[in-house]
């Protein structure tokens, strides 16, 4: 058997089982050490591949996928630098359980620390931000039961609680070049398409004696549920139904996907009203949190002044608790925890909950939202973005948020009127790094994207829309161009005492013209001056197939000054509502 042949062989039967295992998808970034993965994934009938030569925004596209998705994207680069260049995309996805294959093209041990071209060390390359990592064995016609066994392990690893990345990193030694005329090449796996391993999903479950401790912990009389980001579609109805059992208000972070139900329990503009005295005042007795912590920092500083409150976290990740408060940490799957506390509410006679409860959460709530909805509406304000779209989205389409002070917003202002989209972000690690790429990634399972960013994210990241020009991708980029880092107005270096080095260090305006990054890549461009045009230039967008650019003019210290008068007007409303039920 030739050296191209073994190659050929052992290659096709790792792709082949990629498939087998699940992957659809594989993001490339063109290299030569590769080009035996490459030759032959692109040749493999049933895989779809998409290519990028910059590897950062290729790795948040990848990532953009797997999160649509929810199953694993392969991502594959030559030696050297270029799998550093992975490095922001596989942190997000270890931080945001996103499961990621990345596979990286190596030396062989023989070209490795003796001054070769284009060798680093790839050993362990992006550290315990991988779930796991291996070193594959160099091409052997006599492995492919092992290769096969490497495609299905890393499917699997990738998709176990809590999903991940994993990496694995090929040596190949000279010829590189496959042979795809031999058609066997993704032969001798199992028969009717089977993968080599079965690895079924496993749920981690509570014990019975725990169980029974915590259906005594939610039979409180004042208790709150709360949903932080997390990706099952399931959660949502389950968490409400235990809402309808404990009688417990469901705070419900944007990134949930929960605040699509329009049910009595739901509470979604906690974010306004905790910032006030409510914070103070609104004392449970018990707390369940389902997966991450919140994004609203008001709501972290109410769970961190509680005392005496028993706060039980599920969350498949682990241990995520910021404030060090919680009382119960319990790594397993939030949905099964549901359905085991239903299942005992369903044993037993109804407990009567505490109404005054539930209704003054959802009086502060109601009457917050009208605030929200209705304060300086005609404002080139920045909350008023997701004003807007509270009205313009439909339930089919993704809303794709970048971090710092769109997330923020969305937080605050987005409480949609007529059924949610699906909303995601990249709140792994909150980076403002790869969120144009990694929308675009997302955009592929949607057949209506909007992404809103700010103006330094999406400079950041315009490399990224590269693949919307190669594809014909379909989005929508609203880009909040305030000339800097708006969030940074919010915190204490920009107060008067400190404005010396403010502009330089943390405003930094970069002055930049986007309508010619548009035309650069094919983009349509437009800018809203008011509210009004902004309707008009977003419904074109929308019928427009391709990308789409809007820009959103505003001023940092208008916006800034807006924000603290829209919540000083919550925490007025709120007091009032305190008064009444003689908390304040």
């Known amino acids: 058997m030739t050296d191209g042949l073994i190659l050929s062989k052992y290659v096709g039967a790792f792709v082949d089982e990629l498939t087998r295992a699940g992957v659809s998808d594989v993001v490339i970034s063109p290299g030569s050490r590769s080009t035996p993965l490459a030759m032959v994934i692109a040749d493999h009938p049933t895989l779809n591949t998409w290519i990028h030569v910059d590897e950062r925004s290729a790795g948040f596209f990848a990532l953009g996928m797997a999160k649509a998705q929810k199953k694993p994207v392969a991502l594959l680069c030559s030696s050297g630098t270029a799998g550093a260049n992975y490095y922001p995309a596989v942190i997000e996805a270890a931080q945001s359980n996103t499961p990621l294959i990345v596979l990286t093209a190596d030396r062989p041990h023989e070209l490795r620390d003796n001054g070769a071209p284009q060798a680093i060390n790839q050993n362990q390359l992006f550290g315990d931000f991988a779930k796991w990592y291996m070193e594959v064995s160099m091409p052997d016609a006599s492995l492919i039961r092992y290769i096969r066994t490497v495609a299905s392990r890393a499917s699997a690893i990738s998709l176990q609680a809590p999903s991940g990345p994993v990496h694995l990193n090929f040596p190949f030694r000279d010829p590189l070049v496959p042979d795809l005329s031999d058609s066997t090449i993704y032969q001798e796996g199992r028969a009717n398409e089977e993968p080599w391993v079965h690895v079924p999903e496993s749920t981690m479950m509570i014990n019975d004696h725990d169980l029974s401790r915590y259906m005594e912990m939610l039979r409180k009389k004042k208790g709150l549920l709360v949903v932080g980001p997390q990706g099952d579609e399931r959660l949502s109805d389950a968490v409400i139904q235990l809402a309808h059992e404990t009688g417990f208000p469901v705070l419900v972070d944007p990134l949930s996907n929960c605040r699509n139900k329009r ?28 997966g991450a912590m919140p994004i609203s920092k008001a709501y972290m500083k109410y769970i961190d002044q509680l005392e005496n409150v028993q706060q039980i976290v599920v969350d498949e990740k682990g241990w995520r608790d910021p404030t060090l408060t919680c009382t119960d940490m319990l790594v397993a799957s939030p949905m099964a925890y549901c359905e085991q506390l239903l299942k005992e509410f369903k044993k037993e006679p109804k407990v009567e909950f505490d109404k005054e409860w539930l209704e003054l959460w959802k009086t502060i709530n109601d009457t917050t939202i009208d605030v929200l909805l209705t304060a300086h509406k005609d404002e080139m304000f920045e909350g008023n973005v997701f004003r807007e779209l509270n009205h313009l989205l439909s339930e089919n389409s993704l809303l794709f948020v970048g971090n710092s002070m769109p997330i923020r917003d969305l937080d605050s202002f987005f409480i949609p009127q007529h059924g949610s989209p699906n909303v995601m972000g990249n709140r792994g690690a909150n980076g403002i790094d790869g969120v144009v790429s990694t929308a675009l990634g997302a955009s592929v399972s949607y057949e209506s994207t909007v992404l809103v960013i700010g103006d330094l994210s999406f400079y950041h990241d315009m490399n990224g829309l590269l693949l919307a020009k190669l594809y014909g ?44 990054t548009a035309a650069l890549y094919g983009a349509t461009f437009d800018r809203a001056t008011s509210w009004e045009s902004f309707r008009t230039l977003f419904e074109n967008a929308q019928n427009y197939n391709g990308l789409s650019i809007i820009e959103v003019p505003t001023d940092r210290n208008l916006n800034k000054s807006l924000h603290k008068e829209v919540f000083s007007m919550v925490s007025d409303t709120t007091r009032s509502i305190l008064k009444e039920y003689k908390l304040c």
């Open 263 to 290: 049910d009595h329990f739901i509470i979604e503009s906690y974010d306004a009203f905790l910032k006030g005295e409510s914070k103070t005042k609104l004392k449970p007795e018990v707390v369940l949190r389902f």
């Open 473 to 516: 991708l379909n989005m929508t980029i609203i880009v909040v161009n305030n000339d800097g880092g708006g969030i940074f107005s919010f915190l204490p270096q920009a107060e008067k005492e400190h404005q010396k080095h403010f502009e330089h260090l943390f405003g930094t305006p970069i002055g930049l013209d986007y309508e010619h």
